[in-house]
């Protein structure tokens, strides 16, 4: 049943357990029809392009007075990791002479909400090359204080995606890194493998969908304050 949105007229409502044949977090109340298009056609174009696909999950939080109603610190946020994706492709394509670096666009999805909290939040998928990216790694060690298990200090490691993930939300919002990383939250199980050639390509796909599906929850959306609730990477 499809039903229109009462704050935004412009979308519609979807009620039940699943969406054309997947599965839905459907405990969250109706979704928004099209935040649940724009994921799927997302989570589409990640895998064409790349077969081998990995799915990253993490919350994205302000610090006290540091919301931004026009929704610049997530365009920056988004800018920021890209330039660090490309100057890693770099790098490595450098450092393999003789070797074809693996290639990755950066695909994500996200939403902005408010329910009783004082300040917004975003939660956000981002859709990588496997073959290039393929785990957040270590993202419970906090940031330069302390060497890593190989003894390497943090300064001359290289980064992994859970420190380009907080450092580009720490561009954004003109702080420091460290105190970033306590605005930066992942999830229990927070990635996410899509292979196409498994024979489990379908159910892997459908369990990303289900779990990016709250994202489309109408409940905590705020409308009205010229700013966007939902965003995702075009083609």
């Known amino acids: 049943m499809r039903t229109s949105l009462s704050q935004n007229q412009n979308l519609t409502l979807h009620e039940g357990e699943t969406w054309h044949g997947l599965p839905l977090n459907s405990g969250q109340g109706p979704l928004i029809d099209q ?21 990253m999950r993490f919350d994205l939080h302000y610090p006290a007075g540091g919301q931004d109603p026009q929704g610049r610190h997530i365009s920056r946020f988004i800018a920021s990791l890209n330039a660090q994706l490309e100057a890693d492709a770099l790098r490595r394509k450098k450092a393999r002479k003789d070797r074809r670096a693996h290639p990755c666009r950066l695909r994500y999805v996200w939403v902005k909400e408010q329910a009783t909290a004082l300040l917004p939040h975003y939660h956000v998928f981002v859709f990588v090359n496997r073959d290039a990216y393929f785990c957040l790694g270590d993202f419970r060690q906090r940031h330069g204080l302390k060497p890593d298990d190989s003894g390497t200090p943090y300064h001359e490691r290289r980064e992994n995606m859970a ?23 992942f999830p229990r199980r927070p990635v996410h493998s899509i292979d196409s050639n498994s024979p489990s390509a379908g159910q892997e796909f459908a369990e990303v969908f289900e779990r990016a599906s709250y994202f ?20």
């Open 216 to 235: 489309a929850k109408a409940r905590t959306k705020k409308y009205g304050d010229n700013s966007r609730c939902f965003g995702r990477s075009r083609g």
């Open 163 to 185: 420190e380009r993930i907080v450092q580009a939300w720490a561009s954004s919002l003109s702080i420091s890194t460290i105190r970033a990383w306590d605005l930066v939250h």
């Open 35 to 55: 935040y649940l298009l724009g994921i799927h056609e997302t989570m589409f174009n990640a895998v064409r392009e790349y077969p081998r696909t990995c799915a």
